[in-house]
């Protein structure tokens, strides 16, 4: 068989792997093209401060958009600091054995398992169990349950990448293993740690299935933990569904997309900020 | 050993007791016994393998971190045995302090870096914290040349700078033995000089453990020297006798260069 020339497959791996970009980018700015397209015509500032009427065939989205702030900040209020302690147990403070495999095994499968049998348990459990009913609370709990595997396992690698010199330099200056993690592993694992709490928020935003069997679907704005909330992404799905309003559902859309990029948008620059501070 | 009156051989600071470490099963170390005299340089050579980093892990306890690592013997820091399972390791560490082989600077600002050890062990007050960062980098040979840019990271400091900074960052928890490990290894020789000038300075005030793959450097600022062969103290005594009249024809053909 010839042997075709280097160059040549060089050039063909560079279109290639040129091409796949290509069409993901494609695909990427075709939705979010579609969307905005569709949405930003309706969205203005009397479409996100006004309460809904008739169902949300008219109005604005107001009480959704509280829902959408409200949902993920109380999942990430319970994840975070979860995800991270049992992160940094897995990895400073137990040795690699049989048992830390299984957990980790558990929570990659946990991290796969379909949003709405979370959604199911958090009705069964939160909601019924509980008696906390449908309300912000139950739905928080629920997505906090939901995003763990993944504040887990991401915590997990950005604890893992940090250099072992530096634990290495940190003890040997008699630092104990509390001051190291504080003052060495956590703050160099930020970035990582940041990169799956915007991956969890997305998904919390994201998510319906789970939130209407948790939080429900009130269109009011919630006076406490324990009221009923609907966030965009539920009112989109409704909207949609029960052929409402598809103007008012991609306006809604919109602000969607928007509301996520301003999100991570945030985020990095906060953390970017935070970077800085520590060593100019 | 008794109190020696002649200036040559001040008491010993760190008395080494048939050591022996191991990995799993296999022994790094093997029975090794040394006296380590205080405010002197003690240099230990030997090839790779030989042991030389494992004795000096040993001697601040960074081998706990090893969890398949076991040793045997007695360590006497100033007459209290450190490898004592109740010896209180991170007060240990800060009274021994560790040079790496390569500089491994904190992601942080070379005063931040100067004084993490101070802060671990509590000290606050900020004028004592910049006299304490001063007068590091001073005794470290390095204050003149980041005394403008004490707040830029250490990550943009020069290799020969970052290790003198290594060393600053140790003398700055004002330990009372300082650790060295192959601390030129990755250095050019001028960087070289200077951290040799700065130990040479520095043992008036604390005792000094230097391991080098630099038989020369050995010569040029060790006090006493030891050598190791696959994990075997081979001999240990004033440098000028090993490397003129050494006992072992092994440490001859060392320091000679025949091999290794």
Redesign the interface.
Known sequence: MPRIPPRYTQTFAVSILAAATALTLAVLGFIIGFVLEKGLPVVGLDFLLSNPREMGREGGIFPTLIGTVLLPLVAIVIALPLGVGTAVHLTEYT?ESRATRVIRFGTDCLAGIPSIIFGLFGFIFFVSALKLGWCVLSGGLTLAIMILPTIIRTSEEAIRAV?Y????????????RW?TVA??VLP?ALPGIVTGVMLSIGRCIGETAAVIFTAGAALRIPRSLFDSVRTMSVHFYILAREGISSEKAYGTAAVLVIAILLINTLSYWIMHQFLAK??? | MTQSTSAASPPAKISVQNLSVFFGPTPALRNVSLEVPANRIFGIIGPSGSGKTTLLRTL?R?ND?F?NCHSEGQVLLDGADILHPEFDV??L??RI??V?A?P?P????VY?NVV??PR??GVRQRSRLAELCERSLRAAFLWDEVKDRL?????RLSGGQQQRL?LA??LA?EPEVVLLDEPCSGLDPISTAKIEEALQALKARYTIVLVTNNTKQAARIADNTAFFLMGELIEFGPTATIFTVPRDHRTADYVTGRFG
Not at chain 1, 165 to 176: M, N, Q
Not at chain 2, 106 to 109: E, Y
Not at chain 2, 151 to 155: G, V
């Open positions: 040795r250099p010199s530096y634990r290495e330099v940190s003890y040997s200056l008699g630092a104990t001051q003052g060495v160099n520590r060593s100019r | 601040n960074l971190l969890p991170v007060a560490r800060r302090g560790m790496f390569l491994v904190l992601p942080l600002s931040d993490y050890g671990l062990a707040h830029t990271s250490a990550l290594c960052r140790v928890m």
